[in-house]
């Protein structure tokens, strides 16, 4: 509570924010970009309200395009009245990402919120940020010790984390996906019922030969052209 206070004095804010919400996006090369919203509260993060949204349809490495998407899916809902909106919302990024953000909120009509844009200096360390106040013509810095900058920090750093993990988890499933694809004589519902059988993508690749040869409707020839394609760089 106390950083929230910090935080509501460093935006000359008359109340005390109750929601802050973080966007942050994650990919490699611009392959399976995922963006991720983290939600605090002045008790600390409130994972229930988390979400993550799989990105498509948007030029590879595009984060402008992707961090469009992702907050338009998120605020058209709360224009239609659904959910809560935050008093503060904390991109992660200079003007560019922050005027992104201005636009899909007017896209959709949203009451008006704080918009915080946060950018890495220049050695990229923490305690060098510099902040940008809702249309971006108002910039500053925190001092390195402030709470303030301490609570955008940890919230910036946790959508970095969820989106990171995120994107990791859509990478490896689509490239398992696809590596399972080229087996000859797996198809769709095999595959399917191969992956209910080990209980995911991830405990399929931990299988041993055996293990795969003991699943339903797998010969041995057919798990050893499994294992080989899971197994192969």
């Known amino acids: 509570t106390a950083r929230f206070q910090a935080l509501a004095e460093a935006l000359d804010l008359d109340e005390l924010p109750s929601r802050l919400e973080c966007f942050d996006i994650s990919h490699s090369s611009g392959e399976a970009t995922v963006a991720s919203c983290v939600v605090f509260g002045p008790e600390g993060p409130l994972k229930s309200d988390y979400r993550r949204y799989n990105i498509e349809g948007v030029t590879a490495g595009d984060d402008y395009a992707a961090m469009h998407q992702a907050l338009s899916r998120r605020f058209k809902k709360a224009a239609e009245g659904e959910g809560k909106l935050p008093d503060i919302l904390l ?4 003007k560019g990402q922050l ?4 636009e899909v909120l007017q896209e959709l009509a949203v009451p008006e919120l704080i918009l915080l844009g946060v950018a890495k200096g220049v050695t990229r360390k923490p305690g060098l940020e510099t902040l940008y106040l809702n249309d971006a013509a108002h910039e500053f810095t925190l001092p390195g010790d402030s709470p303030a900058l301490h609570l955008i920090q940890q ?5 970095h984390r969820f989106a990171i993990t995120g994107h990791r988890a859509r990478r490896g499933k689509a490239r398992t996906t696809s590596t399972l694809e080229g ?3 797996i198809g769709p519902k095999r595959r399917r019922e191969l992956l209910k059988h080990f209980g995911g993508l991830q405990e399929l690749c931990r299988a041993s030969l055996d293990e795969i040869a003991k699943a339903p409707g797998i010969s041995k020839k057919l ?3 499994i294992y080989a394609a899971l197994h192969s760089e």
């Open 91 to 94: 991109v992660d990024g200079g």
């Open 99 to 102: 005027n992104m953000a201005r």
């Open 155 to 159: 919230v910036r750093d946790e959508a």
């Open 183 to 185: 087996v000859a004589g």
């Open 223 to 225: 798990a050893e052209s």
